[in-house]
């Protein structure tokens, strides 16, 4: 008696685990940069209102998470005259300041200088390759603390016509500043410590065309095995085998201009699911095979004309899912919070 064997439940349990898979954890939550927004102990008699002009910034690496800024410092007493003069210092500068007193200054009330610095800041890699960059200028004061003398942001901005970063875009929506207590050795002792930011980010176009599009035309390639007749199975397999191993390889480059992470970024998010369906192609193109030399022309042919349609619709939902679900939603959560 012959038992006609079907296909259709193992491409059903197949759907089944990458529905689930859409759904499961693939990497750590989105982590929130949301500055602090404690205000600074108000007990200083000295507070000084602290203004930032950028007037460039340079060799942005983020590997290292460094860039270069050339930038006005400004100071200016809150009820002026004060008792103290500020003896500030920018703690994330890797190579000392290069300070230049503008000649303007008014002892007591006002201070000018134009700095230039190479400064190390936070880098999050999550969203990559559509990465923000939070450019950082922490301030404080290297001989009073918090009971003497306070800073707190007055103003941040940038210079029309100087400003202009490769390859990033800046709006000033999200540019802001803070200022929060921070103790050392002593702890009755806290000091006055303000931080002030720019916020970048990449022009989203051209980061999908240098790096994801790339990929979808590679996935897009192997999908073509989809058009070709039941009985070309050499074909189709050379076909998808080779699609396998680019996107493995273009993947590989891809990650190569990031430092590791212990997290997934999007583009490592967007690269496993287009790994599974491309595998899914693989095991299809397999089984056809596999009927074809076994003379089983009728179940090659059902096979084919239902996956050709099915594994397109998936990889094409799947692509939808990691786009709004792992970058879009996240991302404008993060800008929420950045306000």
């Keep these: 008696m012959k038992t006609n064997f079907s296909y259709k439940p193992f491409l059903l349990i197949a759907l089944i685990v990458v529905i689930l898979a859409a759904f499961a954890p693939m990497g750590k939550p989105a982590q929130k940069y949301e500055k602090m927004r404690v205000p600074a102990a108000q007990s200083a008699p000295d507070v000084y209102k602290v203004e930032i002009i950028v007037l460039n910034l340079f060799n942005i690496d983020l590997n290292a998470g460094t860039y270069s800024m050339d930038f006005y410092l400004m100071f200016t007493c809150q009820d002026a005259p004060c008792a103290l003069e500020p003896q500030w210092d920018v703690l994330n500068s890797t190579s000392g300041l290069d300070v230049q007193d503008q000649g303007v200054n008014r002892p007591f009330e006002y201070y000018e200088y134009r700095v230039k610095a190479d400064m190390i800041g936070r880098v999050d890699y999550q969203f990559y390759p559509f990465d923000y960059l939070y ?40 540019d802001l500043g803070a200022t929060y207590p921070v103790q050392y050795s002593n702890p009755d002792t806290s000091y006055s410590r303000l931080d002030i930011w720019l916020f970048l980010e990449r022009d989203w176009f051209g980061a999908f065309m240098k790096t994801v599009f790339a990929a979808i035309v590679i996935v897009m390639i192997g999908m073509l095995s989809y058009l070709m007749k039941a009985d070309a199975t050499s074909e189709r397999l050379a076909l998808v085998s080779s699609t396998l191993v680019a996107i493995v390889l273009y993947h590989i480059s891809l990650v190569a201009g990031v430092p590791a992470t212990g997290y997934l970024t999007f583009i490592d998010k967007f690269m496993i699911w287009t790994y599974l369906i491309v595998f899914m192609s693989l095991v299809v193109s397999v089984m056809m095979m596999v009927y074809v030399n076994a003379g089983k022309q009728e179940k090659a042919e059902r096979l084919h004309s239902w996956t050709r349609w099915v594994v397109p619709a998936l990889w094409i939902a799947s692509m939808a899912f990691v786009f709004i679900f792992e970058l879009i939603i996240p991302y404008n959560q993060l800008l929420k919070n950045s306000l």
């Excluded at 918090?146 to 100087?162: C, G, H, K, T």
């Design 135 to 174: 450019v950082d200028v922490f301030i404080e004061d290297k001989e009073y603390d918090s009971s003497q003398i306070a800073y707190e942001y007055f103003a941040v901005s940038v210079d029309p016509n100087l400003f202009n970063p490769a390859g990033w875009l800046h709006n000033g929506k999200y």
